[in-house]
């Protein structure tokens, strides 16, 4: 059986001072969920974060992280320098890394590596353009993103989480339908158990626009495991509201 994952992506969003309040407002308004909860916040607080929600049953992860080991490569931060601070999930080829910064599936396959190497759990971002989805491609676009992180990876791949994010959805107001979301999930999870046998506990959260009101019907779906929230996970009761779908 697996365990439901709400995890807030905060983007480039924060303060000290905000982040303080928003942390506190969701470890009160919490109490003991019954579903796993993280939140992955600019990695400059990662330090409050960790102070922060030490005893809470929030987890805490980053949103980014190198794929190299150590070394030469300014302003980028290691799986370990992560692991010192407690770390438990790193997002991995988010859409807008991909977009705005690059980031190759191959890469992303070599950051997954390094990930679990550490001991931190990468939650792999996949996910197909507006383009892409009418032009017919989305399964060839996820498949082929899903397919280079689990050759890079064998067997380790059921320690991975898997996001689904189409990106037409992102911080647009427009959600997957549950059917759509779920039509892709169902894909990826055949993907999975291709490649392991272990693939059946290995949780695909779905992301994109995910809010309150959407977030039940979601999270129905047999093959949807979780969400991965933008917006919604920078307002506690929002974030709330999820996190108690996902406990239903
Ligand atoms: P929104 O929930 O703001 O659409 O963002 C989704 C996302 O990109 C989470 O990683």
Wanted: aromatic letters at 4%.
């Amino acid at each position: 059986m697996r365990s439901k994952l709400i995890a807030g992506n905060w983007k480039m969003n924060g303060s000290l001072a905000a982040n303080q309040d928003l942390l506190l407002a969701i470890a009160q308004g919490l109490g003991t969920p019954s579903c796993n909860v993280a939140v992955c916040v600019p990695s400059l607080y990662l330090a409050q974060v960790q102070h922060v929600c030490a005893s809470s049953p929030i987890a805490w992860g980053a949103q980014d992280m190198s794929c190299f080991e150590i070394g030469a490569y300014t302003g980028e931060i290691s799986a370990s320098m992560l692991r010192d601070f407690g770390v438990r999930y790193v997002l991995v080829g988010h859409s807008e890394r991909r977009q705005y910064h690059g980031e190759t599936d191959e890469q992303v396959a070599t950051k997954v590596q390094r990930a679990l190497a550490a001991g931190i759990t990468p939650i792999v971002c996949v996910g197909e353009t507006l383009a892409q989805r009418e032009a017919g491609l989305t399964a060839d676009v996820v498949k082929r993103q899903l397919a280079a992180v689990i050759h890079a990876n064998g067997h380790c791949i059921s320690e991975v989480v898997v996001a689904y994010e189409p990106v037409w959805a992102i911080g647009t107001g427009k959600t997957a339908s549950p059917e759509q979301a779920q039509e892709v999930h169902a894909m990826l999870r055949l993907q999975l158990l291709a490649a392991s046998k272990q693939a059946d506990r290995i949780s695909i959260l779905y992301g994109g626009s995910m809010n309150p009101a959407n977030a039940v019907s979601l999270l129905a779906q047999p093959d949807i495991d979780g969400g991965l929230v933008g917006g919604a996970s920078l307002k506690a009761n929002e974030f709330l509201s999820i996190v108690a779908a996902a406990s239903q």
